[in-house]
């Protein structure tokens, strides 16, 4: 195994993590040999302390915080600890794919011979139908970030439940900062620094999704309050990004918000000059001929609703090729009638709560919010 630089990975834990053994024994049996692995652990319960007496004895360092810090503050501070060369952070309710033949940390390290931040593909562990609907939010990501580092080779936003940074760009860009979403800006903050970005389809983490619709609406709910905040704080940044590569951008919305066509079809295109023309033709018939008077009245109703159920199968048989290709090239799990509950439901359910979010924090400025322990 030819190494090519120290790796320090970070797990940050509030309270406590059912997976986090797991992971901690993958990563200790992995056969790269110039590594540290450190968790932090906020407020931590009886079931973490377990965790700390089995794995302290086999290396791992272990930092226990009484109260809680927040995930930003609590990383930046255990980074100050580590020697490594590379920078890989995991959340705690994470597995990584056994798959990857053991070196999974060789190949991190590998793809970054030529990055400075690079991010590893992620999917949910399909536990519930709950979390399978939201496993196509994943593949929806990956194609974005994937388009991000092919056609640009930097990131505006990235997934931070597994992504490596190099120690220089992480300090350079002066680490974590007190804010909701801490992945989406150091990412964006990378982007504009010109860092150099990849995505690594080869490797797979599995990430526990909720279980349940209220876990999974409170968990979106956060998701659109840190992206509203996120496009506040990097307005400018954005709108430049928008400039200079729109078709990037336009394609990573898409992907990340399927049901964005329809609605941008619902408000800007209108009825059909043939449908009103066929209004008014079987209007003016129905006064001599009694039997037209029955389509003539319901030619308004009917043409648009099959132009719209024409576009929302249109848009839905496109998008069902679309993520079935993504799945079958990055090996995503896939299947129609799970997307189809994720097209007509949960996908314009996430937008709606977005732009929803948006707009309100564009009114109320000031608006403050406490979500989670991140802040």
Not at 222 to 243: C, E, M, P, Q, S
Request: hydrophobic share 50%; aromatic share 12%.
């Amino acid at each position: 195994m030819n190494n090519t630089g120290k790796i320090s990975i970070f797990i940050p834990v509030y309270r406590e993590s059912e997976l986090i053994g797991q992971t901690l024994a993958f990563l200790l049996n992995d056969p790269y040999k110039e590594k540290e692995i450190f968790v932090v652990i906020d407020e931590p319960t009886q079931k973490s302390i377990e965790i700390v007496e089995e794995f302290s004895q086999r290396g791992v360092h272990f930092r226990l915080n009484g109260e809680r810090k927040g995930k930003a503050n609590a990383l930046n501070e255990v980074v100050k600890e580590s020697s490594g060369d590379i920078f890989l952070f995991l959340d705690a309710d994470v597995l990584i794919d056994e798959t990857a033949g053991g070196n999974f940390l060789g190949t991190i390290a590998k793809e970054m011979e030529n990055a400075e931040i690079v991010e590893i593909k992620k999917e949910v562990i399909r536990d519930s139908f709950v979390a399978k609907i939201a496993g196509y939010d994943y593949i929806g990501f990956a194609l974005a970030s994937l388009y991000f580092s092919q056609k640009i080779g930097r990131c505006l936003a990235i997934n931070g439940a597994a992504f490596a940074i190099k120690r220089e760009t992480f300090e350079e860009l002066g680490g974590f900062r007190r804010t909701i979403c801490e992945d989406l800006d150091i990412a964006t903050r990378s982007f504009a620094n010109g860092t150099r970005f990849k995505f690594i389809s080869d490797l797979t983490v599995f990430t526990k999704a909720p279980s349940s619709l209220r876990g999974w609406f409170n968990q979106r709910k956060r998701w659109a309050i840190g992206a509203a905040f996120w496009v506040k704080d990097h307005f400018r940044t954005l709108r430049r990004a928008l400039r200079k590569h729109p078709r990037v951008i336009a394609l990573s919305l898409l992907s990340a918000f399927p049901s964005i066509p329809l609605l941008l079809m619902s408000l800007f295109i209108p009825d059909e000059i043939f449908t009103k023309a066929l209004y008014m033709l079987l209007l003016l018939f129905s006064t001599t001929t009694s039997l037209l008077i029955f389509p003539a009245a319901f030619t308004s109703v009917i043409i648009p609703a099959m132009k719209s159920l024409a576009m929302l199968l249109g848009s839905f048989l496109g998008y069902s090729a679309t993520f079935y290709l993504l799945a079958k090239k990055l090996r995503f799990h896939f299947n129609l009638p799970e997307f189809a509950v994720y097209y007509f439901i949960a996908a314009p359910l996430w937008l709606m709560l977005t732009v929803t979010l948006l707009i309100r924090l564009c009114i109320k400025k000031n608006s403050k919010v406490n979500i989670d322990w991140k802040v």
